[in-house]
């Protein structure tokens, strides 16, 4: 907040606003509670032509009606948004915008969440005016993966501005003028930019959509739930919309001091993908010869039993959430093994213009931080496993790892979501959730502790890592077991360093830093609604 | 004996079953003798249903014998009993279609809000009563049979004056 002098008072439809001078109207209203209904404007995008003139407000003294999104507030203004002029003038809008649109929203994506749609049914204008045929464009594909209705199009123009202003490549163009104004890729170019996404959710029809998830799921059908990106270390926010217990599409949620309103294609594609594969439902142990599952009771006391401390080796992963990877770590230390190490990927980082601090990271874990700062080390390769020696593998997937990978160990202790060949030569399976069935906080790349909620049902009897690993080692006399995950996480925050001062409550939707390495403990607030 | 028991003597002529039993053959006897039978040889002869009888599904087709349905899903949404499976898709020409479609016949109850709510007038309540079945699964009616169904849809309303109720 700046200091008094910087302060101007504005009445926005009667309520009395005090914002900073340079504030829009629109947004000035928006701190009033009082919605401006807007197309062109997106608050991400810097750019703001005012031309889907939607957003037009009375202001006394000003001849005509004018664009709050542009307009800056000035002190003792009078603004009217819902005056008889400003809901005319609306109308018109609306009028103009349903034109040629072919009210398909049975068929259309959008439907449920399309702000044509909310407008038009505020404005309450249920005929048409319009006697003549509609022109139609029919659809077209901007990308490999996103698929554009031009009929369905407001000629917004965030698409365009967005890969314009944010992106830094400018692959869309509007083509043709007036009505028969469509969205195309410039002549000669490709939209295949990392970030490309987002045009999909900052499109406020449904005229773009993704492929993926094209007829997949009414909005009304989805649940939503507050997560962490897995796919790189970024940790950007995200809602995950699932439908029947399946993942069908992650959205970026707004957090200014991650992701701002974005997040990239790989993050996109890597949630979705965890539907696949076989997955680990019931612990299995290798009680005769053969694996065979048992009960989570009996399991643990096999386990407890068999497990010796001595000479073992064992592999983690940057996947798994801080407080999987604290009880592994107490695990190890009872186990004797010492250094766990995890294995990350890496890839191409991919920077966003527009918004420098989200990148798509070289580092595609969520973790990697956290696994350092609870004791673990990076390694490039799968550990050899000497003969009759412990193998731990905790989260780890195994790739790469040959197909009789493990079978040598004296006792080969197996923790994962998926069940990959190597896995088969286990002598004990736990079966672990995802990280989208679980709760559980990751630290981003500069130290950030964020939350993540649960979002899907866990298959089998799948349970998060922590949870068993802790009542194993209540089971083997080192520690107490825990089934809440804000014990855990405080159990972990009292042991490490940099983690004291936080509680699970209080990191809220947008996290904290780590206190300690000249970093001050950030107290957080619930983040702001997600806003398109 | 516990408590006391009180034997009340009435008079014979409330008492007796006589009069009680021949004014109920009279009744028997008045609608034997009526000159207008009531009683109807079904299945042999059968009702005439009322024009908004609410009774076995039937779904819309186009001329290609296409079901009508686009897939929306909004009736799935209305359906106060959840008795509605719907499954969209794409079709090769970039269409949304039902790839399943399937209605629990009974679990439904018939409150047309289907019917109403569809935007593509596809799904149709009939005006149909006769669905009697061997398993409880043949009356989980899929798409295929929902288009067979060739019976008279119900007029949910009076076409002369859809606003009234």
Not at chain 1, 271 to 290: D, F, H, K, Q, S
């Amino acid at each position: 907040m700046s200091d008094a002098a910087n302060q101007i008072t504005l009445t926005i439809d009667g309520v009395d606003v005090k914002v900073e001078a340079g504030t829009t109207v629109l947004q000035a209203a928006e701190r009033a509670g009082i919605v401006v209904p807007h197309y062109c404007y997106h608050p991400g995008i810097p750019s703001r032509p005012a031309q889907c003139r939607m957003c037009l407000v009375e202001i006394e003294g000003q001849p005509k009606l004018q664009p709050s999104c542009v307009f800056p507030a000035g002190d003792g203004m009078v603004v009217h948004t819902a005056s008889e002029t400003a809901e005319t003038a609306r109308k018109s809008v609306i009028e103009f915008l349903l034109l040629n649109h072919p009210l398909d929203c049975p068929i259309c994506d959008a439907a449920g969440q399309c702000m044509l749609q909310d407008y038009a049914f505020e404005t309450g204008q249920l005929r048409s005016r319009y006697a003549e045929a509609k022109l139609v464009l029919g659809r077209d594909r901007v990308a490999d993966d996103i698929l554009y209705f031009g009929d369905r199009c407001i000629i917004c123009t965030r698409c365009v501005r967005f890969m314009e202003d944010i992106a830094g490549d400018n692959a869309l163009v509007v083509a043709q003028r007036g009505h028969k104004a469509y969205i195309d890729t410039f002549p000669g170019k490709d939209l295949d930019h990392a970030f490309r996404g987002n045009i999909v959710d900052v499109c406020p029809v449904g005229a773009l959509v993704h492929e993926d998830f094209v007829f997949k799921a009414r909005a009304w059908d989805m649940d939503s739930s507050a997560g962490i990106c897995p796919g790189c270390s970024t940790g950007c926010n995200i809602d995950i919309n699932v439908k029947e217990n399946r993942i069908v599409r992650t959205k970026p949620r707004l957090n200014p001091d991650v992701n701002s309103y974005w997040m990239c294609d790989h993050g996109r594609r890597c949630l979705v993908a965890t539907n696949l594969r076989e997955r680990a439902e019931a612990p299995m142990i290798r009680a005769a010869g053969e694996l065979e599952p048992a009960s989570w009771n009996e399991s643990i006391e096999w386990v407890a039993e068999r497990l010796v401390s001595g000479p073992g080796v064992s592999v983690v992963s940057a996947g798994l959430s801080n407080e999987t990877l604290f009880y592994s770590h107490l695990l190890l230390e009872w186990l004797g093994i010492a250094g766990g190490a995890f294995r990350v990927e890496t890839g191409e980082e991919i920077e966003l213009k527009g918004f420098p601090k989200l990148k798509l990271r070289a580092e595609r874990a969520p973790n990697g931080k956290g696994a350092e700062l609870l004791g673990f080390r990076r390694t490039d390769s799968l550990p050899e496993v000497p003969d009759g020696a412990t193998l731990v593998a905790l989260g780890d997937g195994l790739e790469g790892a040959p197909a009789e990978y493990g079978a040598n160990a004296g006792f080969f202790l197996y923790i994962g979501s998926h069940l990959p060949a190597a896995a088969h030569n286990a002598t004990a399976i736990l079966p672990a959730t995802t990280v989208p069935e679980m709760e559980g906080t990751f630290v981003n790349f500069e130290g950030r502790v964020q939350r993540f909620h649960r979002a899907l049902r866990p298959p089998g009897v799948a349970r998060p890592a922590w949870m068993f690993l802790s009542r194993l080692l209540e089971r083997l006399g080192a520690g107490q077991g825990v089934l809440d995950i804000r014990a855990a996480f405080a159990a972990m925050a009292a042991e490490t360093p940099g983690l004291q001062d936080l509680t699970w409550g209080g990191l809220g939707l947008r996290g904290a830093l780590l206190n300690g390495d000249g970093q001050p403990a950030v107290a957080a607030g619930e983040g702001a609604a997600w806003k398109r | 004996m516990p408590g006391d028991v009180r034997f009340v003597e009435r008079p014979e002529a409330e008492s007796s079953y006589v009069r009680a039993i021949s004014q109920g053959l009279g009744i028997t006897v008045r609608h034997f003798l009526r000159p207008d039978k009531p009683t109807q040889q079904y299945p042999d002869e059968k009702w005439e249903l009322a024009p908004r009888w609410r009774g076995t599904h039937r779904m819309a087709v186009h001329e290609d014998g296409r079901a009508k349905c686009v897939g929306c899903g909004l009736c799935p949404t209305v359906c106060p009993v959840n008795c509605i499976k719907l499954i969209p898709a794409e079709d090769e020409n970039g269409e949304r279609y039902a790839a399943v479609y399937e209605i629990d016949e009974f679990r439904c109850i018939f409150c047309g809000f289907c019917q109403e709510v569809c935007p593509v007038e596809a799904i149709h309540l009939g005006v149909h009563y006769e669905n009697a079945e061997y398993t409880r699964e043949r009356w989980v009616y899929d798409l295929a049979r929902l288009c067979e169904n060739d019976h008279p849809v119900t007029a949910l309303w009076d076409p002369a004056d859809p606003s009234s109720e």
